[in-house]
Antibody, heavy 119, light 107 residues
Framework: QVQLQESGPGLVKPSGTLSLTCAVA?????????WSWVRQSPGKGLEWIGE???????NYNPSLKSRVTMSIDKSKNQFSLKLTSLTAADTAVYFC????????????WGQGARVTVSS | AIQLTQSPSSLSASVGDKVTITCRAS??????LGWYQQKAGKPPELLIY???SLKSGVPGRFSGSGSGTDFTLTVSRLQPEDFAIYFC?????????FGGGTKVEIK
């Protein structure tokens, strides 16, 4: 059974940078899956942030693309999200998830990391 | 980006009822749609993929149908554990997008 676990600070300052990591257990980060980030806030519902493949290919949501960077650490079997220039609108629960290639769906999710942007 | 409009946004139903939720896409997404169930404090869990394929382990009272722009999730006989929020998500094109959710409450 695949398990994903997000980690990172729960409180970040406006204009700062959010850094989250997702540790993967029960599967190799180099397998044939895409590793995704999704966030959920009361105001905007569920929002797909983007995804990364183990060879470094990324797909980002255009609405966030200028502020997002995703990376993979094969040695630690984990992947990461950086989101810059934070505002209160970035306050949300951030989920990491595994995306299958064919058929396509998000089949395993982490429990979520609550992030608040506030001074 | 493709917009997904779910209806209703909430509904009240009783155990044993048949419940139908719809998801309409702003453009043709063929069969590239999934349905998720989310309970309080938990991540979404996949129920249906490719519009009508039931994920292994999901009870048979859940079913999905549709293609193109109009899709439906049906729960044939609502059980106590089915009271939750349901979301659709399209996988046909980037960016992947979600519907606004349908909250199923106990009547």
């Amino acid at each position: 059974q695949v398990q994903l676990q997000e980690s990172g600070p729960g409180l970040v300052k406006p204009s700062g940078t959010l850094s989250l990591t997702c540790a993967v257990a029960g599967d190799s980060i180099s397998s044939s899956y895409w590793w995704s980030w999704v966030r959920q806030s009361p105001g905007k519902g569920l929002e797909w942030i983007g995804e990364i493949y183990h060879i470094g290919i990324t797909n980002y949501n255009p609405s966030l693309k200028s502020r997002v960077t995703m990376s993979i650490d094969k040695s630690k079997n984990q992947f990461s999200l950086k989101l810059t220039s934070l505002t209160a609108a970035d306050t949300a629960v951030y989920f990491c998830a595994r995306r299958t290639s064919q058929p396509i769906f998000l089949d395993n999710w982490g429990q979520g990391a609550r992030v608040t942007v506030s001074s | 980006a493709i917009q997904l409009t779910q209806s209703p946004s909430s509904l009240s139903a009783s155990v044993g009822d048949k419940v139908t939720i719809t998801c309409r896409a702003s453009e043709d997404i063929r069969s590239g749609l999934g349905w998720y169930q989310q309970k309080a404090g938990k991540p979404p869990e996949l129920l249906i993929y490719d519009a009508s394929s039931l994920k292994s382990g999901v009870p048979g009272r859940f079913s999905g149908s549709g293609s193109g722009t109009d899709f439906t999730l049906t729960v044939s006989r609502l059980q106590p554990e089915d009271f939750a929020i349901y979301f659709c998500q399209q996988f046909n094109s980037y960016p992947l997008t979600f519907g606004g959710g349908t909250k199923v409450e106990i009547k």
